[in-house]
């Protein structure tokens, strides 16, 4: 069964940091691209970041360039998303996905499994 479970998020001010993890299991880690996304309310789902299992290629969204980002431990099957200089305007469920095409892609639609997603607010 394929799980992909986040953790590390929380509330924080703005201009802190937080990391946040995803831990996957049931696949093979290293054939897939592992993507962050996030969902604030009333707003459609973002592409954040994603990083290619094999290579170790990246994209970021604009929005977080130079302030997020994404490493793998292929060891222990898990991505992280180090977020720093959080703005309020990053307030939203961040979710991570898998991609089996191994694509490095902010497009929700290429992605095959998705965690249960975990809540970061930024006050002001």
């Known amino acids: 069964e394929v799980q992909l479970v986040e953790s590390g998020g929380g509330l924080v001010q703005a201009g802190g940091s937080l990391r946040l993890s995803c831990a996957a299991s049931?696949?093979?880690?290293?054939?897939?691209?592992i993507g962050w996304f996030r969902q604030a309310p009333g707003k459609e789902r973002e592409g954040v970041s994603c990083?290619?299992?094999?290579?170790?290629?990246?994209y970021y969204a604009d929005s977080v360039k130079g302030r997020f980002t994404i490493s793998s431990d292929n060891a222990k099957n898990t991505v992280y998303l180090q977020m720093n200089s959080l703005k309020p305007e990053d307030t939203a469920v961040y979710y991570c996905?898998?991609?089996?095409?191994?694509?490095?892609?902010?497009?929700?639609?290429?992605?095959?499994?998705w965690g249960q997603g975990t809540q970061v607010t930024v006050s002001s």
């Open positions: 996905a898998a991609n089996e095409r191994g694509v490095t892609s902010g497009s929700a639609s290429l992605y095959d499994y």
């Open positions: 049931g696949f093979t880690f290293d054939d897939y691209a």
């Open positions: 990083i290619s299992s094999s290579d170790g290629s990246t």
